[in-house]
């Protein structure tokens, strides 16, 4: 019986970092994600000085990831998510895009906002499109351990150019490795200069293919419904490059996009089928929650029997409202999930009071292929001037073993925006002559993303040697 390193982690109430520090000294340099043997898992337990305890039924279900039979995949519609700075156009872009459905006229349907929606397009192939755009639910549910995104759609208008939250958004998708299709929208405008978004971009390394590099793009106008198709293309271009697929053919699991207590349907939760099917009748455990399967609504406000992979659907039928990336699971039987449930609250709120389970990975991603591991950083200041002399600063003391990983830089106070990019991958943020606001402070707090402010250089640079030296560990 395999187990990932994560989980491990979880089961013993230890930090993933210093089980990953201790593979490596055990000569397996792997990621946290990455899945162990039995054998592996007990000397790490041991070497922890716990007692290797056999885990209960409930516990099983809840870490159960067992990949699926590679001939039982089918390919999957894939997943969208909408980016870019405000005002450039991505409700517009999203609303336009609802258009190109070739059976939403036909069923008539009415719209139902649900968080995500799925095109049938002419060819009969499906996109599934999130419909909170922007990169703050983005940013959420991947700190939240829910990387549903397989496709990101960075809107650029061309009358305006490269913004701070284009900026954001283009180091967000960066961060979670996500490939991106610049959509630069407005082209019907005066002022349009699509070519010279191109050659900003480059300024932020992202290449599009005019420029010699591969980064898809395309020209579109959201308000005249110019390039949709084109758009449409290119995604499913990029769909196949990933060959998504999964198991239609199995019990339900999924990720909940977005919940809320309705006032006459109870607790209402709009769900992303990761693998499986979801049938009405279902007995289901979501994050802490349970239930049965009442009702499967979808975005057009049809009432559905089934749900398979990539299908957005609303589920009536929970016993509370979830949160946003909590995994949904189907199970046996209703005593069964109460029990699972119940399990659940206990090693969620565990969870949320020790470490981000997603910052490590990235800290260590590195350590797999070049043996060199990461050291991520947000660096915001007072000035451009002084966020550049701190990343020159920063570049010069990585070193062939850590190296430092800006994942994102800026001038002004830290925002919301930063300290999610920072919890997404666990990374600290530099404060040099500036301060975080309120809403920041609270999430860095509950998130546990470090804040450290600095008002010298040689200080900042001295303690983040420190801090990556002290992130090899002794003998590295
Ligand atoms: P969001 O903040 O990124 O969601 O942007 P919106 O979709 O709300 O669009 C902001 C404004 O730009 C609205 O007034 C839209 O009508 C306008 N807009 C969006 N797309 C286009 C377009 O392709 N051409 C023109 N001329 N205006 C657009």
Sequence with gaps: EAITVQELANRMAEKGADLVKALFKM??????????DQDTAELLVTEFGHNIQRVSDADIDLVETEADADETLQPRAPVVTIMGHVDHGKTSLLDALRGTDVVRGEAGGITQHIGAYQVTLKDKSKITFLDTPGHEAFTEMRARGA????????????????????????????AAGVPMIVAINKVDKHEANPQ??????????????????????????ALKKIGLDTLVEKIQLQAELLELRANPDREAEGTVIEAKLDKGRGPVATILVNRGTLRVGDVFVVGAESGKVRAL?????????EAGPSVPVEVLGLSGVPMAGDPLQVVESEARAREVA????????????T???????????????KQAMEYPLVVKADTQGTVEAIIGSLNKISTDDIKVRILHSGVGGITESDVNVA??????????????????????ERNKVALKYYDVIYDLTDEIRAGMAGQLGPEA
């Design 423 to 444: 919890a997404a991958s666990g990374a600290p943020i530099i404060g040099f002559n500036v301060r975080p606001n309120a809403k920041a402070r609270e999430i860095a």
């Design 196 to 221: 010279r978004i191109r050659e900003r971009l480059l300024e932020h390394n992202v290449q599009v293919e005019e420029m010699g590099g591969e980064t898809q793009d395309v020209e579109v106008s």
């Design 342 to 353: 119940a399990y659940r609250a206990g090693v969620i709120q565990q969870k949320r009071t």
């Design 297 to 305: 609504v979808n975005d057009k406000g049809m009432q559905l029997k």
């Design 147 to 174: 990387d549903v995104t397989d496709i990101v759609v960075l809107v650029v208008a061309a009358d305006d150019g490269l913004m701070p939250q284009t900026i954001e958004a283009i180091n967000h998708t960066k």
């Design 27 to 36: 000569g397996m340099p792997v990621t946290i994600n990455a899945t162990i």
């Design 355 to 369: 470490n981000t389970p997603a910052s490590l990975e990235s800290m260590f991603s590195a350590l797999k292929e």
